[in-house]
């Protein structure tokens, strides 16, 4: 099987950083497209940004210019770099990924991790 787990999430003040990062584990053959979502309070989740293993990236407009993702394919690893937060980004941020376990090609989510910005 395989497992996400993040990390990186707490809270921070507005205008500060946090890096959140997610590992995939088990039986890996390959990690496709790797993304995070956040759900806030009474709002729908909604898709923050996404990356393939080719390094394509793609942003919400909410958090272009301040968030960054990457990814260590080697370590199948995403990370979400976060610049400049906001109390508006409050909210579970959870990481998703299309994986072939050399079998099939399944979509994993992670258990969540909260990031909270005080103003």
């Known amino acids: 099987q395989v497992q996400l787990v993040e990390s990186g999430g707490g809270l921070v003040q507005a205008g500060g950083s946090l890096r959140l990062s997610c590992a995939a584990s088990?039986?890996?053959?390959?990690?496709?497209?790797m993304r995070w979502y956040r759900q806030a309070p009474g709002k729908q989740r909604e898709l923050v940004a996404a990356?393939?293993?080719?390094?394509?990236?793609n942003y919400a407009d909410s958090v272009k210019g301040r968030f960054t993702i990457s990814r260590d394919n080697a370590k199948n690893t995403v990370y979400l770099q976060m610049n400049s937060l906001q109390p508006e980004d409050t909210a579970v941020y959870t990481c998703?990924?299309?994986?072939?376990?050399?079998?099939?090609?399944?979509?994993?989510w992670g258990q969540g991790t909260q990031v909270t910005v005080s103003s």
């Open positions: 998703n990924a299309d994986i072939n376990d050399y079998y099939r090609l399944l979509t994993y």
């Open positions: 088990g039986n890996i053959f390959v990690a496709n497209v």
């Open positions: 990356i393939t293993s080719g390094g394509s990236t």
